[in-house]
């Protein structure tokens, strides 16, 4: 049995975790605002600076070319913009798991200890039942190890997936400002032969 001391050690490192835990999730909810003001700064500058700049078009093919200008660093932005959600929620996660095992680290040994008083109180006869109840405790500890590896692995994949998403996110922006510059210096030779004509 845990005495009264026990108990009370365990209330209050169980109160310190919550508090942790509060303030990592208010440091990230911190984050996510400052990053979200800096994506609106940015997007209300680069608005007003794509504003003028289409202002000052005198024709279609000058207007293609400005939007093949800006479509690469938005797809960018895009890609960086989702890089950070994902390294916050990482973070957090990180913070949470660390507590999690830090718990579940100490509720081992509490129930270890727990198991090896209840053994030494226990009546002659009784080793097997005693063996029986710690053979079960390792194969749970067991089990929860298998359960952690196999999610440390989704979270490695994901985290590739994401890395490999974001490779073809920028590729893909690469290709539509070319494929959108080619098309405006095709309409470009296309309007002077027209003049020449």
């Excluded at 009784?126 to 359960?147: I, R």
């Amino acid at each position: 049995m845990l005495t009264p001391e026990q108990l009370m050690a365990a209330q209050k490192a169980n109160m310190e975790t919550l508090l942790g835990l509060t303030h990592k999730a208010f440091e990230g909810v911190e984050k996510l605002v400052e990053l979200n003001m800096q994506l609106a700064r940015a997007a209300l500058s680069d608005s007003a600076d794509t504003a003028k700049a289409a202002l000052s078009v005198q024709d279609a093919q000058a207007l293609l070319a400005l939007q093949a200008e800006w479509l690469q660093p938005a797809a960018e932005k895009a890609v960086a913009y989702n890089r950070s959600l994902y390294d916050l929620a990482q973070a957090a996660q990180a913070e949470w798991v660390k507590a999690a095992e830090a718990q579940m680290s100490a509720a081992q040994q509490n129930l270890h200890a727990l198991i090896d008083t209840a053994a030494q109180r226990a009546p002659a006869g009784s080793e097997d039942a005693v063996a029986l109840v710690k053979s079960a405790v390792t194969a749970a500890n067991q089990a929860f190890e298998q359960v952690h590896k196999a999610a440390r692995q989704a979270a490695d994949i994901a985290d590739a997936n994401l890395q490999a998403m974001a490779g073809r996110a920028a590729a893909a922006g690469k290709a539509a400002t070319h494929s959108a510059a080619k098309a405006s210096k095709t309409a470009t030779r296309s309007k002077g032969s027209r003049r020449g004509a």
